[in-house]
């Protein structure tokens, strides 16, 4: 279940960093995760009050390294490091469209 919590909060980050999802995939362009380094810390329990923190770490043309933390209360349980990067329809790497490279340490 933390995989998809961080994978909700990445699509949410995306927005609030006014990158829109849909308008690269009409242009050929689709955001893939590269890859995920993660540490489950603590178990989560149903009817817990979870919240994902997500931290731009660095970036280039190509690619978006985000750190991300699932915590209760402020105990982290689940910590992250993703790289995010841009692919062509045909699995090329692309460039990360403007407004994500912009802002993505933000």
């Not at 919590?5 to 689709?30: F, H, K, N, Y």
């Not at 660095?58 to 105990?75: D, F, K, N």
């Amino acid at each position: 279940p933390f995989a998809e919590l961080i994978e909700r909060a990445r699509s949410t980050r995306v927005a609030q960093l006014g990158a829109d999802q849909l308008a690269p995939q009409a242009s050929g362009i689709v955001f893939a995760v590269r890859s995920i380094q993660a540490e489950y810390l603590a178990p989560a329990r149903l009817g817990d009050q979870l919240e994902v923190v997500s931290q731009g770490r660095s970036s280039t043309p190509a690619r978006w390294i985000l750190h991300q933390e699932v915590q209760r209360r402020g105990q982290v349980l689940f910590s992250a490091e993703v790289t995010i990067v841009a692919l062509t329809e045909t699995g090329k790497p692309t460039r990360l469209p403007a407004e994500l490279r912009r802002n993505s340490n933000a």
